[in-house]
């Protein structure tokens, strides 16, 4: 059974950073491409950021050179880095995989805020 948590989140002020991690289990997750997904309200959920099972990320144009995701496949972890954070980037943040089909963690709220 494919399992993800994610953790982190939060309040923060404008310009401000945040981290947030998503624990795998139930996936050989190594071999897998890892992705972030946000939902603002009222709008589609969308594509933030991806990560191949060999390293290699990928960005939404509006969170490059803001964003950083990573893994660690001993600890079956992606990471998303978050800085230079701006109002618009308020949304629930989910963890994916496509495992047969997609999975999705509970999501996360980033709340990005004076």
């Known amino acids: 059974q494919v399992q993800l948590v994610e953790s982190g989140g939060g309040l923060v002020q404008p310009g401000g950073s945040l981290g947030l991690s998503c624990a795998a289990s139930g996936i050989i997750f190594r071999l897998y491409t890892m992705a972030w997904y946000r939902q603002a309200p009222g709008k589609q959920r969308e594509l933030v950021a991806q990560?191949?099972?060999?390293?290699?990320?990928d960005y939404a144009d509006s969170v490059k050179g803001r964003f950083t995701i990573s893994r660690d496949n001993g600890k079956s972890t992606v990471y998303l880095q978050m800085n230079s954070l701006k109002p618009d980037d308020t949304a629930v943040y989910y963890c994916?995989?496509?495992?047969?089909?997609?999975?999705w963690g509970q999501g996360t709220q980033v709340t990005v805020s004076s």
């Open positions: 990560i191949t099972s060999r390293g290699v990320a």
């Open positions: 994916n995989v496509d495992h047969f089909g997609n999975y």
